[in-house]
């Protein structure tokens, strides 16, 4: 048989290798790009312009920027409060699932002193503390510890008010006192080995030390810290030495508010300037104890009850990454959102 012409056989040889493809079992296709969502998560304390907390917000009424962009706003809870996760959230494409109420953890921090201009403060702020502790919620923890030195840990975290108002009886200028008994445990604690806690020498050490043990601790955490400054008086200037910087930067991962009640008798103080930054960088609030004792108790108790967890999806895309600015404003409300300076956002890991 003669051959076939060159042009004849190859069309056969590709006409069999597309029936031979044709017959072959299909493969799925396989994709290797992975789309990452990164959702964050804030805290803020909302007041409106008489101070009050404003109840009912949601997403709708928050505008976010972080370095200068926009960022959405997917949802907004009220630690203390039950919450309902959308559907798509929860993964589920039933009704919205909801999640156990959000603990509040609260610090009641006296820095002790017995300079009168000092001590005069502390002992009313022990006394208009007690007004705050009236309006925790029933699900709130709070414990009270008190710096003189040493660190004095007057009750660990509980939600016995009256244990709250005895453990504030106990704090006094003139008198060292020993941690109270707490049965049953606490489910989070802030006790710390005796050792360790004598060895605490100065007011920022002991600050650093609180930060840490709340860093990991979960809930919505704030700090009252009842006190005269913090900080390296030097040549007419106050520094922050290494404990408080490292106190600064472990409240800020953590999500700790610090709340600067000073008690100082005094108008204007040196040492008050680092006190400023620490609320300022932190979502807290400073307040100056001097003329309004009361007054100012009021307003740390309704900074607590403003307290709002709002869920962020940044942009993709953009780089996020390190610390970044933050802005967070009310949209059509009047009033003041409490918000930390800047967050921080790490890389996912490849």
Known sequence: MAPLPRSKALRLTFLAALLAAAAAPAQEAVFDDVVEVIRLEIEVRV????????????????EVTLAGLPVPVEAVDRPGEEVLLPAAVAGDPGPPAAMPALPRLVVFFFQRHSLPSRARGLLRMTHEARAIVRELEPGDLAAVVSFGPPLHLHTDFTNDRERLL??????????????????????????????????????????????????????????????????????????????????????????????????????????????????????????????????TAAAAAAALAGHYRLTLVPPAGLGFEGELRLQVRLRGVPGEVLHPASVVLVPASR
Do not use: M
């Open 166 to 295: 005895a453990a504030l009886d106990s704090v006094a200028p003139f008198r060292a006192v020993e941690p109270r008994d707490e049965p049953p445990p606490p489910p989070v604690t802030l006790r710390l080995p005796a050792r360790t806690a004598k060895g605490i020498r100065t007011v920022e050490r002991a600050l650093e030390i609180l930060a840490h043990l709340f860093e990991p601790l979960p809930g919505a955490k704030s700090l009252l810290f009842f006190g005269w400054g913090v900080g390296e008086l030097s040549a007419g200037a106050v520094r922050a030495g290494p404990d408080l910087r490292r106190a600064h930067a472990a409240f800020a991962r953590g999500k700790t508010a610090f709340f600067a009640l000073d008690v100082t008798q005094a108008d204007y103080h040196t040492l008050e300037a680092l006190l400023h930054e620490l609320a300022y960088d932190t979502g807290g609030l400073y307040l100056r104890t001097f003329h309004q004792p009361a007054g």
């Open 47 to 62: 007041l409106d312009r008489r101070g009050e907390p404003i109840p009912g917000l949601g997403p709708g009424d928050f």
